[in-house]
């Protein structure tokens, strides 16, 4: 059994940064595609970016991409999510997920559906 567990979420004043981490316990890790997602309140839950297994491959959500990076250390089972320049609108439940294919594309890392295993998310609040 995986288990991924976020930290690093907090109040931020807007144009802040955050870095969030999340440890996955089991032998996966370094097998797995890593991702970030987040969900504002009344929102559905929305991706944020993923990471290959090796660590060579990224991709972001518009809405992020130049100010967040995501990042992964495989000797410490360990994914980052670093924010900078953090907005209002950046405020949510961030989340972090493994899956387990080795064929997805990029488009379907996209998706929640293409990512087995949940973290219970951690919050970040931005205020202006």
């Known amino acids: 059994q995986v288990q991924l567990v976020e930290s690093g979420g907090g109040l931020v004043q807007a144009g802040g940064s955050l870095r969030l981490s999340c440890a996955a316990s089991?032998?996966?890790?370094?097998?797995?595609?890593m991702g970030w997602f987040r969900q504002a309140p009344g929102k559905e839950r929305e991706f944020v970016a993923y990471i290959s297994r090796s660590g060579g491959s990224t991709y972001y959500a518009d809405s992020v991409k130049g100010r967040f990076t995501i990042s992964r250390d495989n000797a410490k089972n360990t994914v980052y999510l670093q924010m900078n320049r953090l907005k209002p609108e950046d405020t949510a439940v961030y989340y972090c997920?493994?899956?387990?294919?080795?064929?997805?594309?990029?488009?379907?890392?996209?998706?929640?559906?293409?990512?087995?295993?949940w973290g219970q998310g951690t919050q970040v609040t931005v205020s202006s």
């Open positions: 089991g032998r996966i890790f370094s097998n797995s595609a």
């Open positions: 997920a493994a899956s387990r294919q080795s064929s997805y594309s990029t488009r379907q890392l996209q998706l929640r559906s293409a990512y087995d295993y």
